[in-house]
């Protein structure tokens, strides 16, 4: 999975740069380029990142259930 995240991180930043050096010498496409990459990073790369680093980890002490019932203790 940290592989696939670096691989698409690179295929991000290379339509972004490509895009911005289109833009400087008056591309027609600069604007498609950087609007794609931008959109692969949003909608693919952030949330692959996301799910990658919260894998495997135990999300349940960061619910609010203690904060709805006081009374009832966590057990820990």
């Given at each position: 999975m940290k592989i696939l995240v670096k691989i698409v991180l690179i295929i991000v930043?290379?339509?972004i740069g490509s895009g911005?050096?289109?833009?400087?010498?008056?591309?027609?496409?600069?604007?498609f380029y950087i609007?794609?990459?931008?959109?692969?990073?949003?909608?693919?790369l952030i949330p692959l990142f996301v799910y990658n680093g919260y894998k495997g980890k135990d999300l349940t002490r960061y619910t609010f259930k203690n904060m709805q019932n006081p009374e009832e203790k966590k057990d820990s």
């Open positions: 930043l290379g339509l911005l050096y289109l833009q400087s010498i008056k591309g027609e496409k600069a604007e609007g794609i990459g931008v959109s692969i990073m949003a909608f693919i």
